[in-house]
């Protein structure tokens, strides 16, 4: 949710009468909500629910301010020869039991070793992709087992070195994949038209945490960022409008 709040903190301290400093940590979902609940943050950004990390959501306020797509994505060499991709056989390449590219649906060329790409424990984004994507939970244990898996701390860094690898598979959110190819899921472009009449199912709300009704500072900013006028940035900066779903989750 980094470019989004980076974005929201430059447009509202230029627009508000608010001097004061706002800092945006990209720490990990899980990581942030417990910083707010240890009181180490005003705001926690996240894209799953405190109970999805784990922790307890008791006295936490959640404010949805966007919606975000997480795509599959691939190195340019299999864009080439693969549009689409099951469910089934995603889960089998991130399970271990997918390892050549010739047992994926689809694939009609010679054959070649998978490269898989994951991002770090605590991503929020790792927890949409084995949520909603593969419907299964994977440990940082058994990823580092298999020697053809690299691990990423962020989508920035995983879209970047992907644009460079050979036979590689990942996810990402989706405003960092404008310079790679999304593959569809199930035959299902990965766009927010899909994602809000449920077509497409690798999604999540953008939740902002407080602990407690926000006021002062906190609350104006809040505010600021639910405006029609920012919600358009929204939508120019890679997330879709929580005005638009027609779907809930």
């Keep these: 949710m980094q470019p989004l709040l980076t974005k929201a903190v430059s447009e509202f301290q230029s627009?508000?009468?608010?001097?004061?400093?706002?800092?945006?940590?990209?720490?990990?979902?899980?990581?942030?909500?417990?910083?707010?609940?240890?009181n180490q943050a005003d705001i926690a950004a996240s894209d799953i629910s405190p109970t999805q990390t784990g922790l307890d959501e008791t006295g936490l306020v959640d404010h949805q301010i966007a919606v975000l797509a997480v795509a599959v994505v691939v190195s340019?060499?299999?864009?080439?020869?693969?549009?689409?991709?099951?469910?089934?056989?995603?889960?089998?390449?991130?399970?271990?039991?997918?390892?050549?590219?010739?047992?994926?649906?689809?694939?009609k060329v010679a054959g070649m070793p998978i490269s898989v790409y994951y991002q770090r424990a605590g991503s929020g984004i790792r927890t949409v992709f084995e949520t909603y994507g593969i419907m299964t939970a994977l440990s940082d244990q058994q990823l580092a087992s298999y020697s053809s898996f690299s691990v990423f701390d962020s989508s920035a860094t995983l879209t970047k070195a992907l644009q460079g690898a050979k036979g590689a598979i990942g996810y990402a959110a989706m405003p960092f994949c404008s310079e790679v190819t999304m593959l569809q899921v199930e035959g299902v472009q990965p766009s927010y038209e899909n994602v809000y009449t449920g077509k497409y199912k690798i999604w999540a709300c953008q939740h902002l945490y407080t602990k407690g009704e926000p006021t002062g500072p906190v609350k104006s900013f809040l505010d600021f960022l639910s405006n029609e006028d920012f919600q358009e940035s929204v939508a120019e900066i890679g997330y879709g409008l929580i005005s638009e779903m027609k779907v809930s989750r």
Excluded: C
């Design 15 to 38: 627009d508000s009468e608010f001097k004061g400093t706002i800092t945006v940590s990209d720490v990990g979902s899980a990581q942030g909500i417990a910083d707010l609940m240890d």
């Design 76 to 107: 340019p060499d299999i864009s080439a020869s693969l549009t689409n991709i099951s469910v089934s056989d995603l889960r089998g390449i991130y399970t271990g039991a997918i390892t050549d590219w010739t047992q994926v649906a689809g694939w």
